[in-house]
């Protein structure tokens, strides 16, 4: 039997497989709220054949957004947009779907990617963020505000408000947003943290932030429900986070109730230097798995069925996430099916759709089905 296609459970949710459609910036909404675009996106890939699907990075707070069209999850309107897109994806699908809320700090304040991706002045649309060191991402960005405890508590508090929009929305799991350079990881970096209070210098000092967004997260969201965490697992820097602080920090967060970890990496600064190819943060994901006891997800250049059938054959990780994958091939977890030779649930619709020689693709398709 597939690997890749056994259930796999997280609390009291039983996913139907090991697929997770990763969570992508679509930067198309309107004042933080969820627009037709989403409805589209998320319809479709609520079809892929996917286990969990998750939404995109979903800022806290408005401040805490890379664009202005980043999504949001900060207040009555952009709760009740996003619960209008909701009920369209669910009523043509029953994946499970969990949200990464996040906060991009520094890395705030951003032109849409396709207009540039750099960081606006204040009289183009732009705005001061927030981050622990008054330290600019890029050279020439203007310098963000070293938080203040009362920054810091008002940024803690967003993310246990946006856990509970999230709960009154059913969603099924949150992830907390750790990795790539955004507010969290900022925190756990020495590259990006220099502060000298609880929250800097020691490694037990720069967990803090993150271990109170955490529990802040974790303590709104319904016990029931699973909350996990997307970790960078290396700077690529010379003196920057890394792997053994990764794994150190993963513990913490399985003892106080994490049910996974997304282990990714990079992002801190524009001066990492990644080793890329196909498959290569799977052994953070492996590391963190066996010397941490977590459940983990393996992501990045994951795109062949054998390649993340493998993965979770070799015990590497629990679960694969695709990402642009996914966006190339919708279809993606079908083709995956067909080609390890199960089968998976289908809607109705598309029960005629599988090519010959892939006739009992759907398991719930019946013998009318063609």
Same mark, same amino acid.
Request: with cysteine.
């Given at each position: +039997?597939?690997?890749?296609?056994?259930?796999?459970?997280?609390?009291?949710?039983?996913?139907?497989?090991?697929?997770f459609?990763?969570? +992508?910036?679509?930067?198309?909404?309107?004042?933080?709220?969820?627009?037709?675009?989403?409805?589209?996106h998320?319809?479709?890939?609520?079809?892929?054949?996917?286990?969990?699907?998750?939404?995109?990075?979903?800022?806290?707070?408005?401040?805490?957004?890379?664009?202005?069209?980043?999504?949001?999850?900060?207040?009555?309107?952009?709760?009740?947009?996003?619960?209008?897109?909701?009920?369209?994806?669910?009523?043509?699908?029953?994946t499970?779907?969990?949200?990464?809320?996040?906060?991009?700090?520094?890395?705030?304040?951003?032109?849409?990617?396709?207009?540039?991706?750099?960081?606006?002045?204040?009289?183009?649309?732009?705005?001061?963020?927030?981050?622990?060191?008054?330290?600019?991402?890029?050279?020439?960005?203007?310098?963000?505000t070293?938080?203040?405890?009362?920054?810091?508590?008002?940024?803690?508090?967003?993310?246990g408000?946006?856990?509970?929009?999230?709960?009154?929305?059913?969603?099924?799991?949150?992830e907390?947003?750790?990795?790539?350079?955004?507010?969290?990881?900022?925190?756990?970096?020495?590259?990006?943290?220099?502060?000298?209070?609880?929250?800097?210098?020691?490694?037990?000092?720069?967990?803090?932030?993150?271990?109170?967004?955490?529990?802040?997260?974790?303590?709104?969201?319904?016990?029931?429900?699973?909350?996990?965490?997307?970790?960078?697992?290396?700077?690529? +820097?010379?003196?920057?986070?890394?792997?053994?602080?990764?794994?150190?920090?993963?513990?913490?967060?399985?003892?106080?109730?994490?049910?996974?970890?997304?282990?990714?990496?990079?992002?801190?600064?524009?001066?990492?230097?990644?080793?890329?190819?196909?498959?290569?943060?799977?052994?953070?994901?492996?590391?963190?798995?066996?010397?941490?006891?977590?459940?983990?997800?393996?992501?990045?250049?994951?795109?062949?069925?054998?390649?993340?059938?493998s993965?979770?054959?070799?015990d590497?990780?629990?679960?694969?996430?695709?990402?642009?994958?996914m966006?190339?091939?919708?279809?993606?977890?079908w083709?995956?099916?067909?080609?390890?030779?199960?089968?998976?649930?289908?809607?109705?619709?598309?029960?005629?759709?599988?090519?010959?020689?892939?006739?009992?693709?759907?398991?719930?398709?019946?013998?009318?089905?063609?």
């Open positions: +039997m597939s690997k890749l296609f056994s259930p796999f459970a997280l609390r009291g949710l039983t996913l139907s497989n090991r697929i459609v990763s969570p +992508m910036c679509q930067y198309s909404a309107v004042d933080g709220k969820a627009s037709a675009w989403h409805t589209v998320l319809g479709g890939l609520a079809l892929s054949g996917a286990g969990m699907l998750f939404i995109e990075a979903t800022a806290v707070e408005a401040a805490g957004r890379i664009t202005r069209g980043d999504l949001g999850l900060w207040d009555d309107a952009t709760e009740r947009a996003l619960a209008g897109t909701l009920a369209a994806v669910r009523a043509v699908s029953a499970p779907i969990a949200i990464q809320l996040a906060h991009a700090g520094r890395k705030g304040s951003c032109a849409v990617p396709w207009q540039g991706g750099r960081q606006l002045a204040l009289d183009a649309g732009g705005w001061v963020t927030d981050a622990p060191s008054a330290l600019p991402h890029n050279q020439g960005d203007l310098a963000p070293a938080l203040d405890q009362a920054g810091i508590d008002r940024i803690i508090a967003a993310f408000e946006a856990a509970v929009r999230a709960a009154r929305l059913e969603l099924d799991a949150i907390v947003h750790g990795a790539h350079g955004y507010l969290i990881h900022e925190f756990l970096s020495p590259i990006s943290n220099q502060r000298t209070d609880a929250y800097g210098g020691s490694l037990e000092n720069r967990f803090r932030f993150a271990l109170e967004v955490f529990d802040r997260v974790r303590a709104q969201f319904p016990s029931q429900k699973p909350v996990g965490v997307r970790l960078s697992a290396t700077d690529w +820097m010379e003196g920057g986070w890394d792997l053994a602080q990764t794994v150190e920090l993963a513990r913490i967060l399985k003892a106080r109730g994490a049910d996974w970890i997304d282990a990714s990496s990079g992002g801190i600064s524009p001066a990492q230097k990644i080793s890329a190819g196909p498959g290569y943060q799977v052994p953070f994901a492996n590391a963190i798995k066996h010397r941490a006891g977590i459940p983990t997800t393996a992501v990045g250049l994951i795109t062949e069925p054998a390649q993340a059938e993965i979770l054959a070799n590497d990780a629990d679960m694969v996430a695709l990402a642009r994958g966006l190339y091939d919708p279809r993606w977890g083709h995956a099916a067909a080609e390890l030779g199960t089968s998976i649930q289908g809607p109705p619709q598309y029960w005629r759709a599988p090519p010959h020689g892939h006739s009992e693709l759907f398991a719930n398709s019946g013998s009318g089905s063609r």
